[in-house]
């Protein structure tokens, strides 16, 4: 699809024998957004969220990046990020995220219905033949900032990620909320030596005057401030792909409904009831921005804007 470019980005893989790894979910369609958030760029040069995760990434000493991507993407956009894998010499990968994609023959039916994919775990599964090394995962449209990318990577060298044992990234509620509607995250719970015990999906989370609230079958529930909350920020080893298929499988099988989602953390906390693995809960000091609504995109401009000024980024984020 991308001719040249795409043969010189093949060719930079020979250097990378170990390589650390970052996986950005970029398939999603955006319908609280009402458009391609993913290729919606937030700075005079065109730089989008995800290209300020890769600089980060990379910066933090990652070398190889994964991108779930959509049919709906522009190929000049794809274009881009293979100009840049070229420019800064890491090795790129771009993996799409369709309906009918891992879909067994016996489930074929239920593809007659569906119209949008099938969730951050199936996006996930997508990149299994992509990844064989422990990896990050993270939302193509946040902003998670350069500690969490430092932190991860520190926790992946010493190589604390292993079979049994996963990372992820958390920050307080009131750090992640939008002023213009309301979002999903997964609540956490830590035990005493800082694993995770417990997440759990809330897919309407939003301030209430002085409270910050879930909306659950037409229920109200405080949580509060400093709760910390799952920004799908996560370090997996690769035998994640294989929990996740069995996973997905008997999702399929259930029958779900024509909008239902498989997510990522629904599926960590299966693995930690079953005592499968233990996640380790790093902490950031760094602000999170993320776009969900229209109205979110002024705020995280005006934010890149000082960080800019505060010469944490260039002018040009790939010069």
């Known amino acids: 699809m991308l001719g040249k470019q795409e043969n010189q980005y093949l060719d930079l893989m020979e250097h990378f024998s170990s390589p650390k790894t970052l996986l950005i979910m970029a398939g999603g369609l955006g319908s609280r957004y009402k458009g391609l958030k993913q290729v919606d760029g937030i700075t005079s040069d065109g730089a989008t969220v995800l290209e300020f995760s890769m600089y980060d990434a990379l910066a933090a000493g990652f070398t190889k990046i994964v991108i779930i991507?959509?049919?709906?993407?522009?190929?000049?956009?794809?274009?881009r990020l293979t100009d840049i894998a070229i420019r800064k010499k890491f090795e790129l990968h771009l993996v799409s995220q369709t309906i009918d994609k891992l879909i067994p023959n016996e489930y074929g039916y239920l593809l007659q219905e569906r119209q949008k994919p099938w969730g951050t775990a199936h996006a996930i599964l997508c990149a299994k033949e992509t990844i064989q090394e422990p990896f990050v995962v993270i939302n193509a449209d946040d902003y998670y900032g350069k500690q969490a990318f430092i932190e991860m990577g520190e926790y992946i060298t010493k190589g604390h990620i292993q079979q049994n044992q996963f990372a992820m990234v958390a920050y307080p509620v009131s750090a992640t909320l939008s002023e213009n509607g309301a979002v999903s995250r997964g609540i956490c719970t830590l035990s005493n030596e800082g694993y995770l015990q417990q997440v759990i999906e809330r897919t309407k989370i939003a301030r209430e005057g002085k409270d910050i609230v879930f909306i659950e079958k037409g229920e109200k529930e405080i949580i509060a401030s400093d709760a910390l909350v799952?920004?799908?920020?996560?370090?997996?080893?690769?035998?994640?792909?294989?929990d996740l298929e069995k996973a997905f499988y008997a999702f399929l099988q259930s029958v779900p409904e024509p909008t239902s989602e498989i997510y990522i953390p629904t599926e960590v906390q299966h693995l930690i009831d079953s005592k499968s693995v233990k996640v380790k809960v790093l902490h950031t000091s760094d602000r999170w921005h993320g776009i969900t609504y229209p109205e979110d995109k002024e705020l995280l401009v005006e934010f890149i804007s000082e960080c800019v000024e505060n010469q944490l980024y260039p002018s040009n984020l790939w010069e």
């Open 69 to 79: 991507i959509n049919s709906h993407l522009p190929v000049s956009y794809l274009a």
């Open 230 to 242: 799952s920004m799908n920020f996560w370090g997996f080893h690769p035998t994640v792909f294989e």
